[in-house]
């Protein structure tokens, strides 16, 4: 959906745009949108088609950064999705180690912690970042996104962790939350929230990297949607996006959650995977389960982002028990094969409700 919108503002303002709306009468034509990307099937096209094709992609692409266009790519069917595991679970491993697990499992990114106890300290990430995303890619996989707590932009580690992230090529980090205190009315938490995100938006543009703020259940800002959408509205969807959560936006609002998404859906650029049921008590809990064992209806939240045309990398979090890695200690409580077996089996489930 955001690429949607930055390739339909694109036909619609750009200067440039006169030539390629010669070829894309509607921006919301992804076939062709992926052709003119992707040159698909160009062996029969005759010299001037092939001609004008390549430039009019030159120019759709210089218009965005690499990280969008990589969206419209899966969006038109030419890359599998990238399915990250958080690295918060693999604590307990070195960055080599953690790269290897995830590929072992079967994951083809990782949500690298940049964060206080996360895998890279922020004191330390000019050092540590590329060391680790180094790994990373040694074993053949991505980071397309990195967690953080950002959320000052006067912190003087806001810009060390941003700068590094961005000269890595790291296209997203999701930033850190904005609670509600009490006796602090309500709506000036969320000003004071969107005053905040603006000024990280430039930094986030200057560095070519976007934040990404969870829906996250409880007492934060962005817990029931429509107050996250009060504290993004108007910003550009491009720097500044949502990383829907679909547990979180559940716990909230077991019914309306397809509302929370369809308000969001612009701003979307990332995904969170997770599962929950409630204890069946007088006094119910919150229970965190593995895929599939929950009240999350993936099906039909999966064909909802089909619906709007949501493309962006999903983060799969395993909170249910783990042997301690579903809180990130730094010691596995349980056997390694366990742990394998346990985060293997509800990568597979996941998979398989994406090719159903």
């Known amino acids: 959906m955001l690429a949607l919108w930055a ?20 921006p919301f034509d992804l076939k062709l949108i992926g052709d003119l990307l992707f040159f698909k099937d160009r062996s029969h096209m ?34 599998e999705p990238n399915i990250c595991i958080f690295s918060k679970h693999l604590h307990w491993l070195d960055y080599r180690e953690m790269a290897r697990m995830a590929a072992e499992i079967g994951f083809s990114g990782i949500d690298l912690t940049v964060r206080k106890n996360g895998h890279v300290l922020p004191e330390n990430v000019r ?5 680790a995303v180094a790994e990373v890619r040694a074993a053949g996989l991505e980071v397309p996104m990195i ?17 590094t992230a961005g000269k890595l090529g790291i296209g997203l980090y999701r930033s850190g939350w904005f609670k509600y205190m009490k006796g602090v009315p ?5 000003k004071q ?40 509205d108007g910003l550009d969807p491009k720097w500044t996006g949502v990383q829907f959560d679909i547990r979180h936006a559940m716990v909230e609002g077991p019914n309306t959650w397809p509302i929370f998404l369809e308000i969001l859906a612009p701003y979307i650029n990332s995904l ?18 593995p895929l599939g064992e929950g009240m999350v209806p993936f099906r039909d939240y999966l064909d909802e982002l089909k619906r709007y045309e949501i493309s962006a990398p999903f983060s799969i979090h395993y909170e249910y028990p783990l042997g301690g890695a579903e809180h990130g200690t730094k010691e596995l409580g349980i056997p390694k094969e366990k742990f394998i077996e346990l985060v293997g089996s509800d990568l597979q489930y996941f998979k398989s409700r994406l090719t159903s």
């Open 46 to 79: 005759k010299r001037r088609a092939f001609i004008t094709k390549t430039a009019a992609a030159g120019m759709l692409a210089s218009a965005f950064p690499a990280r969008l266009l990589k969206g419209c790519q899966g969006m038109a069917g030419k890359s």
């Open 186 to 190: 309500a709506i000036e938490t969320v």
């Open 147 to 163: 967690t953080t707590g950002i959320t000052d932009p006067s912190d003087p580690f806001t810009r060390d962790i941003l700068e």
């Open 193 to 232: 929230a969107r005053k905040q995100l603006t000024q990280l938006q430039n930094i986030n543009k200057a560095n070519n990297i976007a934040a990404s703020y969870q829906n996250h259940s409880g007492l934060y800002v962005g817990s029931s949607g429509w107050d996250l959408l009060k504290m993004i």
């Open 127 to 131: 050092r540590d970042l590329p060391l």
């Open 7 to 26: 390739i339909n503002h694109f036909l619609l303002i750009n200067n440039q745009g006169a030539a390629l709306r010669k070829h894309v009468k509607n």
């Open 272 to 289: 969170d995977i997770k599962d929950f049921t409630w204890t069946d008590t007088t006094d119910p809990k919150l229970l965190n389960v």
